[in-house]
């Protein structure tokens, strides 16, 4: 199982740090990604991470405000936003599967999903 926390209400511009935590079954030999849905959309990608290397990828529409990171020790993901845009605004998903480098952006590729958490980013 995944969990995810961290969400929150910020102002724009403002920064949160999103958590993933799993077993380090759920991690080992995988790619965890975060993923988000806005209101009324559909839920795309936004960053990933590879387990073991950390090879990372972002969404254009983060890079250089999001960074990916994992913690081995604690079996976590995190997500750090920077510079958060009131576009930013969604719930956040961390998912985690076994994801070949050209399909890390696709919702099929990831087999196991956290419950989601709210980010709300206000103007």
């Known amino acids: 199982q995944l969990q995810a926390s961290g969400g929150g209400l910020v102002q724009a511009g403002g920064s949160l740090r999103l958590s993933c935590a799993a077993s380090?079954?759920?991690?080992?030999?995988?790619?965890v990604g975060w993923f988000r849905q806005p209101p009324g959309k559909e839920r795309y990608f936004v960053a990933s991470i590879r387990w073991s290397g950390g090879t990372t990828y972002y969404a254009d529409s983060v890079k250089g405000r999001f960074t990916i990171s994992k913690d081995s020790a604690k079996n976590t993901v995190y997500l750090q936003m920077n510079s958060l845009k009131p576009e930013d605004t969604a719930v956040y998903y961390c998912?985690?599967?076994?994801?070949?480098?050209?399909?890390?952006?696709?919702?099929?590729?990831?087999?196991?999903w956290g419950q989601g958490t709210l980010v709300t980013v206000s103007s």
């Open positions: 380090e079954r759920a991690f080992s030999g995988r790619t």
């Open positions: 998912a985690s599967g076994f994801v070949i480098a050209s399909t890390v952006k696709r919702r099929e590729s990831y087999i196991s």
